[in-house]
């Protein structure tokens, strides 16, 4: 029998925050080059993830996001990895904003429940590393 590996965790520090404008917006200016940012545009939206700190008050956004990174690169043949997490955190009652790079993925969950999801994952395949600060 094959022992699954354990996959490492990471808590990034900073809150961020899931934006929503319309698919016709040009990327905005204030976007920090900072921390993580994910931009995403399709027929309907324009969504962008960055640091909360960032966003002008009359933009429409959720704040209070914390990111678990999932610590790559991941080889693409790999299956199952942002299943396992998610149902892991859904059975916790977490709920989760997931996006996926090229080389890894990042799960974003409400700064409330971040204990709620380290717990879970801990006692799952799943070990963080420590950061200084959570």
């Not at 022992?3 to 204030?30: D, G, T």
């Not at 916790?92 to 790079?101: N, P």
Request: charge should be negative; charged fraction near 25%.
């Amino acid at each position: 029998m094959t022992k699954k590996p354990i996959i490492k965790l990471e808590v990034l520090k900073e809150e961020y925050a899931v934006c929503r404008m319309p698919a016709s917006s040009p990327i905005p200016s204030w976007i920090s080059s900072d921390g993580f940012v994910s931009i995403t545009r399709t027929d309907e939206e324009l969504s962008i993830v960055c640091l909360d700190k960032a966003i002008p008050d009359d933009t429409c956004f959720k704040n209070g996001w914390r990111i678990i990174k999932v610590l790559g690169p991941l080889d693409f043949s790999l299956v199952g990895i942002l299943s396992s997490i998610s149902t892991i955190l859904a059975d916790a009652q977490v709920s989760i904003f997931a996006v996926s790079t090229y080389d890894t993925d990042y799960i974003l969950v409400q700064n409330e429940k971040l204990d709620n999801a380290i717990d879970a994952l801990s006692k799952s395949d799943y070990s963080f590393i420590h950061s200084e600060q959570r």
